[in-house]
């Protein structure tokens, strides 16, 4: 399974942005059945978990509750996640990962600032 990260941006402290994972190499009831997670990275700092999603759950980091929102369209093999109210502290670049394959995305860059 190939990932493919993209939607990251420059934005102002409390905007908005939608990060995208498209998957391929994957028929649509394996991916369905594939848990996503979207981690990040700020500089300087380890990679952490900001959320995930199942066939029918959502979890979020603390930091993000309220904030973010993962989705995912089975049919275009796509996870999103919708970041709202960005603070200075979410600069980092973002991953989406597939549990099931072990894959990882190339990561795509939000910088917030203030």
């Known amino acids: 399974v190939q990932l493919q990260a993209s939607g990251g941006g420059s934005v102002q402290v409390g905007g908005s942005l939608r990060l995208s994972c498209a998957a391929s190499?994957?028929?649509?009831?394996?991916?369905?059945?594939?848990?996503m997670v979207w981690y990040r990275q700020a500089p300087g700092k380890e990679r952490e978990f900001v959320a995930d999603?199942?066939?029918?759950?959502?979890n979020y980091a603390d930091f993000v509750k309220g904030r973010f929102t993962i989705s995912r369209d089975n049919v275009k093999r796509r996870v999103y996640l919708q970041m709202n109210d960005l603070e200075p502290e979410d600069t980092a670049v973002y991953y989406c990962h597939s549990t099931a394959y072990n894959s990882w995305g190339q990561g795509t860059l939000v910088t917030v600032s203030s």
């Open positions: 190499g994957v028929i649509l009831s394996a991916f369905s059945r594939n848990s």
């Open positions: 999603i199942t066939l029918s759950a959502t």
